[in-house]
């Protein structure tokens, strides 16, 4: 062999390798580009179990009415007006006007106005539980069925319409689970007051 020779085949060994790096370093290049426009762009892809925001925060509870209020285990307490009955709820009493708030947050089910309910307003809490509040003098301007409705958001004022015309002003506040009618007493006992949140 001789020197040319050698040195032909020295270069064209050399011109490989440099072949070889350059495709290297693009295809080096391409992934870390693939990489980083993935993450960018399908950020889902490399999250396998991303915690939704609504796991992410407890439910919050928040007694319904302001201020001072007297209110005891009335639960099942026999009641004679419009007819006999075991009363489904709690009564909270407060002057006339004390502002009601929502115990949850939740969505507004039911407004309307009945005999014996009286002006009432039903919202449906992220708990899924139905919370009742009935007897209210009035609501709250501009509620409507469909609303959504933070913790602690003021829904109506107490009062004493339907058949609670004639006793002292008072929030008749009640439960449904499953569609039930629970005792409420319990849970009011473990809420926090609104200025306490
Ligand atoms: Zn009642």
Redesign the pocket.
Known sequence: MTTRTMTILKNRFFDRILTVAIVLTILANLLVSLLFVSVVAFPELIQIRAPTRKSAYKIEYCFPVAGNCSYSNDWHAPRYIPYYHL?E?T?IFAPRGTPIYACVEGKVEKIGTEPISGNFIGIRGRDKRYYYY?HLETWVIGIKEGNKVRLGKIIGYVGNTGNARGTPPHL?FGIKESNYWINPYPILKKMKTYDEL
Do not use: E, F
Request: charged share 20%; aromatic share 0%.
């Open positions: 009363h709820g009564d009935a008749h």
